[in-house]
């Protein structure tokens, strides 16, 4: 079958949001009285894991988890002007969707938020279905997510690409047997990303027109 989806992660695929969620992150630890050690570029390296997972490696004590989110996601949009969307995003996208593909986003990004994100950036029109983090599923690396898009969507996992900058997209579309792509230019190393056998790696988004054009049968 021809491939005709592409599944987007958000940061470090579409959008350069580093600054922004070092900075929500740090303003809502230290409004909470919070001590961390971490620096920006170790939080960069780790986006996209779960703020559980990063806090624990960096034995940062947070006690009410979800009272954390509730102030963070209040004082990120504080800072939303410090996100771009990364070269060639737009114009590639509508290149996309002209031609006719069905385009979706999945991160671990409150939905909420995804969608607050989606609309600052006036992506709306360009996708099918956005998905983020759902209390209920699991999420990536897990293929629930990404199987209940294509679902959503009526198109088949095979008709699938997963597009993204971290081990956990790769590995998502891995156990939901689509196409993975790696992007270079995010938050994870190129050596990283081929220790994960991405069908693709790419260095900017505009590349991926061609990988489309070129993907006939699998």
Not at 47 to 74: A, L, M, W
Not at 116 to 145: C, Q, T, W
Not at 156 to 177: R, S, Y
């Amino acid at each position: 079958m021809k491939l005709k989806h592409l599944c987007f992660d958000l940061d470090g695929t579409l959008v350069d949001s580093s600054e922004t969620i070092y900075k929500s992150t740090v303003a809502t630890l230290e409004k909470l009285n919070i001590k961390f050690g971490f620096t920006k570029e170790d939080l960069d390296r780790r986006i996209g894991q779960h703020f559980v997972d990063i806090f624990n490696e960096f034995n940062v004590q947070v006690t009410d988890f979800e009272y954390f989110i509730k102030i963070y996601k209040s004082l990120y949009f504080n800072f939303i002007d410090d996100s771009i969307l990364y070269p060639g995003v737009l114009d590639t996208i509508e290149h996309l969707k002209k031609n006719g593909n069905t385009i979706s986003l999945l991160t671990t990004k409150a939905q909420d938020q995804a969608d607050l994100i989606i609309d600052h950036f006036s992506l709306r029109p360009y996708f099918d279905f956005v998905m983020g983090r759902v209390n209920s599923i699991p999420h990536k690396p897990a293929p629930e997510p990404l199987l209940m898009i294509c679902e959503k969507l009526k198109v088949l996992p095979i008709e699938t690409i997963m597009v993204g900058d971290t081990e956990l997209d790769i590995q998502c579309g891995k156990n939901a047997g689509t196409r993975t792509c790696g992007v270079s230019y995010g938050y994870r190393t190129i050596k990283q990303l081929e220790l994960n056998n991405p069908d693709y790696i790419i260095h900017s988004i505009t590349e991926l027109t061609e990988v489309i054009s070129n993907e006939k049968l699998f």
